[in-house]
């Protein structure tokens, strides 16, 4: 859904700018907050400004560890894929919780 805001906002004729923050104002207003903190947080992660923190990335490490580190079907580097991916999920929800 952000990536189909963000492209009405890039409309050249400028109806839509500001799309997305409507939309996250409307729902704040409506009682519906944590949706609106959703779809900033992933569009922080969409535009690659989702900070993600140590700590968080050290638990992403140490689950994909726990339940594929014995995995040898796995390369190294899709391990490592999977904790980005872990780690970037567990900063979106931080991010919406807080």
Avoid at 11 to 21: D, M, Q, R, S, V
Wanted: charged share 35%.
């Amino acid at each position: 859904m952000v990536r189909y805001l963000e492209m009405l906002e890039s409309n050249p004729n400028g109806i839509t700018k500001g799309a997305l923050e409507r939309l996250c104002k409307y729902l704040e207003t409506s009682d519906r907050q944590w949706i609106s903190d959703e779809l900033r947080t992933e569009l922080k992660t969409v535009r690659g400004e989702l900070v993600i923190e140590n700590y968080i990335r050290s638990e992403a490490q140490q689950l994909v560890d726990a339940q594929f580190g014995h995995i040898r079907r796995l390369s190294d580097m899709e391990k490592m894929d999977m904790q980005k991916i872990v780690a970037q999920r567990m900063q979106h929800y931080k991010e919406v919780r807080v």
